[in-house]
């Protein structure tokens, strides 16, 4: 009996005390203080609502009143120092077609060697041709513009729709640019990446589009693509930027220019010109699949 006894109220210890009773009692007793917190609670989830709401309210007005560079390329005034001498309208190379948008900068090299910028846009100029880029920079740094901002230029495939096309001269096979082309290539650059608010990297190779040899130095020479961005950097911020490449400078009274002509006489005649195309791994690789228009590019 004695053993039972003991034993039950063993049982009723363990069945009463359930932890709950002590987790109610503070809130029957202290009801007031958690309605307080709850009030200071959505007034903090509103204000934080508002502010969201205000930031997203903010953000659409930018976006909806944010000009496109497509706006901002036809209210763009050319510089001087740009000699506009636009396609005709009606020319196969000016589709007049407006462009979706303002992304990229494409680069390219004419590969052409010793052509001049006239040249260049002389011959997109022609009725058979159907190839053009917006700018086509010479030897001398002379940049000539053919297409308009707003319009799409025909030298960058599928990218044609939102980006703005530039064309380099180069005095010789390996596509190596002029220092005045590169000091000129860098102006231009600078000016369209301020003008649409593109940061380095949104100037690319024709190689970065198709996967095409172009411009054939900087794709072979990619340290120097690089170097080619740190030094739009560089200019930027005001500083000069000296590059490696030669001089150009064409003229009578240019002695350097005379014995560079004569340097090269031989070695850009029209028949070594077409050798240098026949040979190019790029005419193969590209012939069976590329249109008329990409070979023209290169190799008229
Ligand atoms: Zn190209």
Not at 39 to 59: D, M, P, S, V
Not at 92 to 113: C, F, M, Q, W
Not at 159 to 182: A, L, M, Q, W
Not at 260 to 279: G, K, P
């Amino acid at each position: 009996m004695n053993r039972h006894m003991t034993a039950q109220p063993v049982q009723f210890m363990k069945v009463s005390r359930p932890p709950v009773r002590n987790t109610t009692s503070p809130r029957r007793n202290y009801p007031a203080p958690k309605k307080k917190n709850k009030l200071k609670k959505n007034a903090i989830f509103l204000f934080i609502e508002l502010i969201i709401l205000i930031a997203i309210g903010a953000q659409a007005f930018l976006i909806l009143t944010k000009k496109s560079n497509v706006e901002i390329a036809a209210e763009t005034k050319i510089p001087s120092w740009i000699d506009v001498q636009l396609i005709d309208q009606g020319n196969p190379s000016r589709s007049g077609v407006i462009l979706e948008g303002i992304n990229d900068i494409v680069v390219h090299y004419v590969g052409n060697p010793r052509t001049t910028a006239q040249q260049n846009r002389d011959f997109y100029n022609q009725q058979d041709s159907d190839v053009c880029s917006h700018f086509v920079v010479g030897m001398d740094g002379e940049i000539i513009m053919c297409v308009p901002l707003t319009e799409k230029s025909a030298s960058s495939n599928d990218r044609n729709k939102d980006t703005i096309s530039i064309e380099v001269c180069h005095p010789d096979t390996t596509g190596e640019f002029t220092d005045e082309s590169y000091q000129s290539l860098i102006k231009l650059v600078n000016w369209l990446r301020s003008t649409f608010n593109l940061s380095t990297d949104h100037v690319i190779r024709h190689y970065e589009v198709t996967g095409k040899e172009c411009p054939m130095y900087y794709v072979r020479n990619p340290e120097k693509w690089d170097q080619f961005k740190e030094d739009l950097k560089a200019a930027e911020e005001g500083k000069e930027v000296e590059s490696s490449y030669r001089k150009h400078k064409s003229g009578e009274d240019s002695e350097e220019s005379e014995d560079y002509s004569a340097d090269n006489s031989e070695e850009y005649d029209y028949s070594e010109s077409e050798n240098y195309l026949a040979d190019n791994d790029v005419y193969e690789e590209f012939s069976s699949e590329i249109p008329d228009e990409e070979f023209e590019e290169i190799f008229y």
